[in-house]
């Protein structure tokens, strides 16, 4: 049985996988003119901040390489100051900064496979 983190990180890379796929091949110009896309990147965006705000402060303190702290933040914005969100930032987040978040989440999961053998 997974214990509660890792089955929350299994999720984001799940959400961070959908992000990035809505975003597809969109430049920021189509983006910013894609209504729908935008709202689901976004709501993608909250999910992210959501299973965060699940995972255990000690954990997020022994992988604080993450900014685990920073996607809750933004993930607060995108949900309760949407109006005033600028789809700019949610644009580079997705396109520039998701990728390697991913890939320090994947590397968390490696390290937690290689520490349960």
Same mark, same amino acid.
């Given at each position: ?7 929350? #990180?299994?999720?984001? !890379?799940?959400?961070? =996988?959908?992000? $990035?796929? #809505?975003?597809? =091949?969109?430049?920021?110009? =189509?983006? !910013?003119? %894609? ?19 699940? /995972?255990?402060?000690?954990? @997020?303190? @022994?992988?604080? $390489?993450?900014?685990? @702290?920073?996607? +809750?933040?933004?993930?607060?914005? +995108? +949900?309760?100051?949407? $109006?005033? /969100? ?9 396109? %520039?900064? /998701?990728?390697?978040? +991913? ?5 968390? /999961?490696?390290?937690?496979?290689? !520490?349960?053998?």
């Amino acid at each position: 049985m997974k214990d509660k983190n890792t089955a929350v #990180l299994e999720k984001i !890379l799940s959400e961070i =996988s959908i992000a $990035q796929g #809505l975003m597809g =091949s969109h430049d920021m110009d =189509s983006f !910013l003119e %894609d209504e729908m896309v935008k709202r689901a990147v976004c709501m993608t965006v909250i999910n992210i901040g959501e299973l965060v705000k699940n /995972l255990e402060m000690d954990f @997020r303190s @022994r992988y604080a $390489q993450v900014p685990w @702290r920073e996607i +809750a933040g933004f993930r607060d914005v +995108a +949900a309760h100051k949407y $109006q005033t /969100l600028r789809m700019e930032d949610v644009y580079v987040t997705v396109k %520039d900064e /998701l990728g390697p978040i +991913a890939e320090e989440i994947e590397a968390i /999961l490696e390290e937690g496979a290689r !520490l349960t053998k």
